[in-house]
């Protein structure tokens, strides 16, 4: 690759923009892993991760997203009736027709002076509504938006994903890099037509490629996603403190992190899927919010999510002074999933609503 | 079905708008437009802060027609912190962790959803506020 084909795709605003709130979400309950192995596989079949975070009853994107917002706004202290959009990224809205997006703004008291809509792209529908959100202030068209990853992810009793589909996520408050407690320094994404997973309208469980998912897929898009980023802003993976990947297990983030030469630490405190399973939407949103708990100033941060279909979106942070004064102002990721109680299969069974009733 | 009175007492349940009264300051949910202290009229809004304690619960395990969902649960009467008692369900918690006098915050969640193929109400609910971890050093 020439230097000029390196920074081709590489994306600024005219004005620098960045994060000047954020808010993470984890319900409370956990699957473990070891519940799906017992139930499908008699307790031999192994398990990729630890435990999984379930939604209660009561929950579902719209009332994530309303609790992670008003974390966000806890941490930027700002007017919400300057938010100029309410974006929220999902494979699992709650409603075929009827936006997330206007329930949310209108929780927050961002109503009516604003946009709103929810985004669609697999697991990375979050990083696009972050995406659009840099473009947004950045060209001076809003002072604030606000832009959510979330999900309630649903595996096929039995299959592969079970072990995985979780619900979580965060909200970024995106501003002025004068108000960021995080500048973004710049961002790249990257998509071809890739079928790893999918789900039709009217189907209630995904259906995947299987052995599809993971050279051509996630390590293809996660991989040159990054390599483009850090070439276009002139930086390896020497010169930043933390990273974050999408993680629908462990091993594909991990092992994306070694192919690019991040060790291990860079990416132990962003790295939640052993934990809380694979949020999609919300997986590398609230892998950012986690390691923004602990960042310190002028720490650089490299974000790169992942959506089947297939994409990535990378982002390139600097965090600034403004994190000390308001990671405080709100529960951190890790207080979230400390909070835990573990449940049995029967009673997933009924939060989920696997239960046929009539 | 009462899809106009879900929608006019959204501000209300989802963030807990209510009234305060200009005479005398009392604070006012659900609003009545009536200061229930004085009697002068009460219109300008205030957002509760959401903090309050349980002053009395009780669980249901035979819930009406709509909640049969969540049933069992529990439905405690909430003091707010600026006075006003409110009714509403607990959430994030188990039933036999509920005391009185326990501090509560408010969330926003389903309240209930009118079947596959009707509207999903969301509303206050009360649930104790999350734990905070001590920060391990980065
Ligand atoms: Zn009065």
């Given amino acids: ?358 | 079905m009462q899809v106009s009175r879900h929608w006019r007492l959204k501000s209300e349940r989802y963030k807990l708008v209510g009234e305060t009264c200009d005479s005398c300051g009392v604070k006012l949910f659900p609003p009545r437009d009536v200061c229930l202290a004085c009697e002068a009229p009460a219109k300008e809004l205030y957002t509760f802060t959401g903090f309050g304690e349980i002053y009395s619960y009780t669980t249901i395990y035979d819930p009406p027609a709509g909640f049969e969902h969540n049933a069992p649960y529990t439905v405690a009467l909430i003091k707010l912190e600026e006075g006003p008692l409110v009714t509403a369900q607990l959430t994030d918690m188990d039933d036999e962790e509920v005391r009185i006098g326990m501090p509560v915050e408010m969330v926003t969640r389903k309240l209930r959803s009118e079947g596959e193929e009707g509207m999903i109400v969301y509303g206050y609910k009360f649930r104790p506020a999350v734990p905070v971890q001590e920060l391990s050093a980065a």
């Avoid at chain 1, 979400?25 to 031999?44: H, N, S």
């Avoid at chain 1, 985004?119 to 696009?128: D, M, P, S, V």
């Avoid at chain 1, 079928?195 to 599809?212: C, K, L, T, V």
């Fill in chain 1, 1 to 358: 690759m020439t230097e000029n084909q390196k920074s081709e795709g590489l994306m600024r605003p005219h004005h620098e923009v960045g994060i000047v709130g954020y808010g993470a979400y984890v319900p409370r309950f956990r699957l473990p892993a070891t519940e799906i192995d017992r139930m499908w596989k008699g307790g031999k079949g192994g398990a990729p991760i630890k435990e999984k975070s379930v939604p209660g009853l009561d929950e579902d994107v719209v009332t994530m997203s309303i609790e992670a917002a008003r974390n966000a706004m806890a941490r930027a202290q700002i007017d919400p009736r300057e938010i100029r959009a309410v974006w929220v990224g999902s494979e699992s809205h709650p409603y075929a027709v009827k936006p997330t997006s206007t329930v949310v703004a209108e929780a927050i008291g961002a109503v009516p002076h604003t946009q709103a809509a929810d985004w669609e792209f697999a697991c990375k529908a979050g990083t696009e509504a972050m995406q659009a959100a840099i473009g947004f202030v950045g060209s001076g068209m809003a002072r604030y938006a606000l832009s959510i990853g979330m999900d309630t992810a649903q595996g096929r009793p039995g299959d592969a994903l079970e072990y995985t589909a979780a619900a979580g996520g965060a909200a970024l408050l995106i501003g002025r890099g004068e108000e960021a407690l995080a500048v973004i320094e710049g961002s790249y994404s990257f998509v071809t037509d890739t079928p790893d997973f999918w789900r039709r309208a009217h189907a209630e469980y995904p259906s995947h490629g299987d052995r599809f998912t993971g050279e051509p897929a996630y390590f293809k898009h996660v991989i040159s996603a990054s390599e483009a980023l850090m070439g276009g802003v002139g930086r390896t993976a020497a010169d930043y403190q933390w990273a974050v990947f999408h993680q629908p297990n462990v091993k594909f983030p991990s092992r994306a992190a070694k192919m690019l030469g991040f060790a291990p630490e860079q990416i132990a405190p962003g790295l939640l899927s052993n934990r809380i399973g694979n949020t999609y939407a919300g997986s590398a949103v609230i892998g950012l919010t986690a390691v923004l708990d602990i960042a310190q100033p002028r720490d650089r941060i490299l974000v790169v999510s992942y959506g089947s279909g297939a994409g990535s979106d990378a982002f390139d942070l600097r965090v600034t002074d403004r994190i000390l004064e308001t990671r405080g102002l709100a529960p951190t990721t890790e207080d979230y999933i400390a909070r835990r109680k573990v449940i049995d299969y029967a009673t997933y069974t009924r939060y989920r609503d696997k239960l046929k009733m009539s």
